[in-house]
């Protein structure tokens, strides 16, 4: 697995990293925990360094999952999670970025996470009642004090970013991206060159539609995510198959699939991306991670772009109460 450096931060990690939510959270039936860990286990053993987690993912038995399967790996891989929420009875409530409240989860994910040192701290989502320099300025100190390595927003908008580098250095920008959801290549990306600061996409493979195994027919669990998002309506499925159907041209020309294609895409755009796909089956991982030694040629890209624009992506990627936390 090559690795990549999260901009100028010094964070050196795999090229791919493993998004570790839908193990316990979001995606439908929880995996079972000798399961999940042995999947973990196996992204190690094939060379990935760089997993991630959030307290709000149960919420918190995710952190308490990736914590115990990476154990045996200390030293050898770099955990990310996330801050920015309260807790009411169990159950997420509003958002929470004040310096105090932040102060306290890092003590809690470091129990839960069984380190020392959290390596990416992560503001989840922009709290629009605490100014971005005092949460900046929390994880400043925590950063003085060694409990955490690294500041990471996610999905912070161009000024929220700048502000919150100028008074401690944002080493990674964790937001949507992928080829079904290119807004930040209008300003957020630029942005990011300039300062220096890595970018981490999450929900690469567009929450699994980009793999080519969903379409308009597929039912979900009941208490999975996506049959909320406007963009998974069964309408929106059909209308979006363009975009499977593109990557699947180029992965057939090439012997690969389509995401595989979809995450050589990602990584072909900058060398400072580390997109983070999420699975719960060990074939899938295997199957993204070869995406990681695809090397798409100029062609190729002029290919994907020039077919990608003439299609228009249907539907919202979050209902209107969850587009509210998407604060910038």
């Given amino acids: 697995m090559k690795k990549r450096k999260?901009?100028?931060?010094?964070?050196?990690?795999?090229?791919?990293?493993?998004?570790?939510?839908?193990m316990s959270h979001g995606l439908g039936v929880p995996m079972e925990k000798p399961l999940a860990i042995a999947l973990i286990h196996a992204a190690v053993?094939?060379?990935?360094?760089?997993?991630?987690?959030?307290?709000?993912?149960?919420?918190?038995?995710?952190?308490?999952l990736v914590g115990e399967a990476l154990v045996p790996f200390r030293g050898q891989v770099f955990i990310a999670t996330k801050f920015g929420f309260n807790f009411e009875n169990g159950k997420q409530g509003g958002l929470n970025s004040r310096p105090e409240h932040i102060k306290q989860v890092a003590?809690?994910?470091l129990k839960r996470l069984r380190i020392d040192t959290i390596d990416l701290f992560y503001q989840h989502r922009v709290d629009p009642d605490v100014p971005i320099e005092e949460v900046a300025g929390a994880v400043k100190e925590l950063i003085r004090q060694g409990k955490v390595k690294h500041f990471g927003l996610s999905e912070a908008?161009?000024?929220?970013?700048?502000?919150?580098?100028?008074?401690?250095?944002?080493?990674?920008?964790?937001?949507e991206y992928s080829l079904w959801w290119r807004e930040p290549e209008t300003e957020i990306l630029p942005t990011l060159e300039e300062l220096g600061i890595g970018f981490v996409p999450f929900s690469p493979l567009g929450k699994?539609?980009?793999t080519g195994k969903i379409d308009e027919n597929t039912k979900f669990a009941a208490?999975?995510?996506r049959n909320v998002v406007p963009r998974f309506s069964p309408e929106a499925r059909k209308a979006n198959q363009a975009v499977v159907d593109l990557l699947g041209s180029i992965a057939a020309r090439i012997k690969a699939t389509p995401a595989q294609i979809a995450l050589a895409w990602l990584l072909a755009q900058k060398p400072w991306i580390v997109p983070?796909?999420?699975?719960?089956?060990?074939?899938?991982?295997?199957?993204?991670?070869?995406?990681?030694?695809?090397?798409?040629?100029?062609?190729?890209?002029?290919?994907?772009n020039a077919s990608a624009a003439k299609i228009t992506v249907q539907g919202a990627r979050y209902p209107e109460h969850l587009q509210k936390l998407v604060g910038r």
């Avoid at 999260?6 to 839908?22: D, I, Q, T």
């Avoid at 796909?277 to 994907?304: Q, V, Y």
């Fill in 45 to 64: 053993e094939r060379g990935v360094t760089f997993f991630d987690t959030a307290e709000v993912y149960g919420p918190f038995v995710n952190e308490e």
């Fill in 223 to 225: 208490n999975d995510f």
């Fill in 276 to 304: 983070i796909p999420g699975t719960t089956k060990l074939h899938r991982l295997e199957e993204n991670l070869g995406g990681a030694s695809i090397e798409l040629t100029p062609d190729d890209l002029r290919d994907i």
């Fill in 157 to 175: 908008g161009a000024k929220t970013i700048r502000r919150a580098h100028a008074v401690q250095p944002v080493a990674a920008l964790q937001s």
């Fill in 6 to 22: 999260l901009g100028n931060s010094g964070l050196e990690v795999s090229a791919l990293g493993l998004g570790c939510m839908g």
């Fill in 208 to 210: 699994g539609f980009l």
């Fill in 107 to 109: 003590e809690d994910s």
